[in-house]
Each structure stands twice: as C-alpha cells, then as structure tokens.
C-alpha cells in the first residue's frame, strides 16, 4: 500500500471516530509502527491531527471531509471493481441509464463500453472519457460548473438538464450511508444532484462499500428508502446490511474474484 493511500485510510478511520491508537493503525494497515509514525507526522504537519501519547486525535470536521478524487480513485479499489461487475449486471441493452460521477461507478463504465442500443447520461467528464471509444452507447453529459478535485459537474446548467428527463435507471455513489439518518454527502452541490436525479429514475441503484456505512456528512440526501437496490461488498457489517433489508432495500452483494 503507496504512502499516500495509507494516509488516506487513516482519514477514513479518523472521519468515523475521533481519535485511534497507532497500534489499531498497524493492525488495520498491516505496517510497522515506524511507518504509522512517519504517516502520523506527514498528517500532523498537513492540520489533519494532532499526535497524542500511542496515537492521534483528528483535527477534522468529520461531517465535510472529501478526499481528493485520485485518492479516492486507489481506495477499496478491489472491492469497487467487484461492485462494479456486479451493478453491470443490473444494466440491460436499450435502457437509459444516469452515471453519477464516483470513482465506483467510473469502474462500471468501463464495463459497458461494448454494450449495444445502450444510452448513458453522466454529469462526469471522465465517464465520458471511458465511453468515448464505445460503438454501441449514446453518451450525453449534463454540463455545469466543475468541481476540479472531484472531476464532478453541479450547479444550475447540470440541474436544469436533469430535471427535463426521464431515465429507466439511476446509479449513484454513495459517500455516507446510515440505515437510521439515510444517505447525506460532504457537498451541497452534490447532494442537489443526487436529490434530483432520483426523483427521475424508475430504478434507483446505489454502489457503496463497506466504508461508507454508518457514517454521516455534511449535506442530507434524503432517507435510506429513496434508493431500490444497493449493492456492496462483503466486508459490510452485517448489522447495517440487515437494518437497510428490514427498510425494504434490495441489498446485493458482490463477490470478489
């Protein structure tokens, strides 16, 4: 695991909980406690936590944390990909489908690209990036103003465009999920798109995995029933995957290779 990936998980962890020991790090991480040190005082010196005796207190609004899209992109990339061949599955040839833009769901792009008759929507430039060199599927982009850390296009134009369609199904990253508070987001904008794109879909299909669950950001979404089918991965406690069942989800599993 690179340096900066690590770092990125001990985010994650201190985004959840406030403080964790370096020997919860180590065991988390699989490294040595030298190199939980030297990732502690690289976080230090970035504001992100202050080093306390056997571990670190987070200096973080857990509620408006957004990690850097390439982050992001080397994070649970195993169990993304598995999410992502499993939610390809759900999408047949001659549908209209919104992309939302996630890393997760870039991943699925990528496996539709040989598909026939199939017409994409996506407020991600590097969705369309993915599907550029496919034959057989219609791409059209929402527009809107870029967020550059995210590659993910809000705002008004990417709104105004998705509230004049009707589309067969909707697949959303999720960010934050928590069966009882239900789905919210680090932003605003992105939470407006999510908001809006689900009153549009006859099929609402979200891809989280199991760090995203029991957490709550920033910006509200709306309740856990706005979503029909959720698909993650199998290292999601099981307790969160009964809780979103009990409110009536289609939980799905993806099993990795």
Known sequence: MLAEERRFRIREFLSVRRTITASELCEKLKVTPVTIRRDLEALEADGVLIRSHGGAVSRMSSTNFQPAYDSLLRSNNEEKEA?????????????????EGSTTVCQLARHLIHRNRLTVVTNSPSIVCELQRSIGVTVLCTGGDLQKDTFYLSGEWALRALSEIRIDKAILGVSAIDPEYGVSTARQAEAQIKKMITKA?????????????????????????????????GKTDPQHIEALRAAKLDVQIAESK
């Open 201 to 233: 879909a006859r099929l609402r299909i979200a891809l989280a995995d199991h760090s995203k669950f029991g957490i709550q950001s920033f910006a509200y979404v709306g309740p856990v029933t706005d979503i029909d089918v959720l698909v993650t991965d």
């Open 83 to 99: 999410i992502a061949r499993h939610a390809e599955r759900l999408i047949l040839d001659g549908e209209t489908v919104f992309l």
